[in-house]
């Protein structure tokens, strides 16, 4: 039997059991990644107060002409600047059910690359 569940209602179920398991402390936050199709977010969030410590988007690159996997690249360069300067260097990765390949690879890996570690 095939199941008539969409690709977004499946995404949003494997977000839902991620996030069971993973919760951001003080000590080491959650960096939560939304990809949606011309855009990539990240924030970096303590789930023990309920607050975004640091924050970027594609939209801060908006009027530069790039494709979606150099938007990942440069928001995740950008999260890790900022949270490197918040004195945050260890978090939880929430890929937010995406699958760990193309814009959610490319911003993790870009993000390593910059001092944060997961």
Do not use: C, W
Not at 79 to 89: D, F, P, S, V
Request: charge should be positive.
């Amino acid at each position: 039997m095939k199941s008539r569940l969409g690709k977004k209602e499946k995404r949003i179920i494997r977000h839902k059991r991620i996030r069971a398991k993973i919760k951001g402390t003080d000590t080491r936050p959650r960096l939560s990644v939304y990809v949606s199709n011309q855009h990539v977010y990240a924030q970096i969030i303590n789930d023990e107060i309920g607050h975004t410590l640091v924050s970027a988007s594609s939209l801060e690159f908006r009027n530069e002409k790039l494709s979606g996997i150099e938007k990942a690249r440069k928001v995740g360069e950008l999260i890790a600047e900022r949270a490197l300067e918040k004195g945050i260097k260890k978090v939880v990765f929430d890929r937010g059910g995406f699958k760990y390949t193309g814009r959610v690879k490319t911003l993790a890996e870009s993000a390593r690359s910059k001092g944060l570690e997961f």
